[in-house]
Each structure stands twice: as C-alpha cells, then as structure tokens.
Nanobody
C-alpha cells in the first residue's frame, strides 16, 4: 500500500513557475514508476509526465515538453514536477500516481496502469 500526498499548487501568473511535490509513504517507493496527470474542469484526466524507477528516464506529454521537468528522490520518497513558462491552459488539478511494480517497461503513459493516486493539488494560471 502506498499513500501519496501532493503539495505546491497555487495561483500563478502566466509565464511563472511552480514546483509540485508528491510525498509517498512506505518503504517500496523505488519499485514504482511514478507519473503526473492533470484534470481540467469538464475534461478527462490526462497524462503529463512519467519517470522510471531509478529516475534516469523521463517522458512528457507534448503540451508540456520543454517547460515541465519530472524528477524523483528515492531517498526522500518524493517525486517532483517543476513547471516553468506556465500558460492559462495548464490550469487543472494535478495528481501524482504510482504504478508498475510488476511491469517490465520503463514508463507508464496510461492512467489505468497506476495503482495509487494522490488527492490532487490545484494549479491556476492567470492570464
């Protein structure tokens, strides 16, 4: 069982930056592929970024490539999402997720592959 708690959301002006954190409970954090997803009002939850178990490989959705950076610190059981050059269309609730404990692949793009989810943190980008 893994519990995830996000923090770091808030209101920011377009062009600004935010850093989201997701703290995980348990001693098996490094066994999980981690991901960030977001959900805007009236829209489906969408993939944002994923990171391999070691943190050595990352992948991003096209709308955030070059602006967002996912990272993890396995010693601190924490995954981060650094968001730069924010746009109003980035406004959403952001969720971190853990999955793939028995999956042989490096990344998980599909939300259905994640077992555990945080409660979400609101990010609002004002124009």
């Amino acid at each position: 069982q893994v519990q995830l708690v996000e923090s770091g959301g808030g209101l920011v002006q377009a062009g600004g930056s935010l850093r989201l954190s997701c703290a995980a409970s348990g001693r098996t954090f490094s066994r999980y592929i981690m991901g960030w997803f977001r959900q805007a009002p009236g829209k489906e939850r969408e993939f944002v970024a994923t990171i391999s178990r070691s943190g050595g490989s990352t992948a991003y959705a096209d709308p955030v490539k070059g602006r967002f950076t996912i990272s993890r610190d396995n010693a601190k059981n924490t995954v981060y999402l650094q968001m730069n050059s924010l746009k109003p269309e980035d406004t959403a609730v952001y969720y971190c997720a853990a999955g793939g404990e028995y999956y042989s692949g490096t990344y998980l793009y599909n939300r259905h592959g994640y077992y555990y989810w945080g409660q979400g943190t609101q990010v609002t980008v004002a124009s």
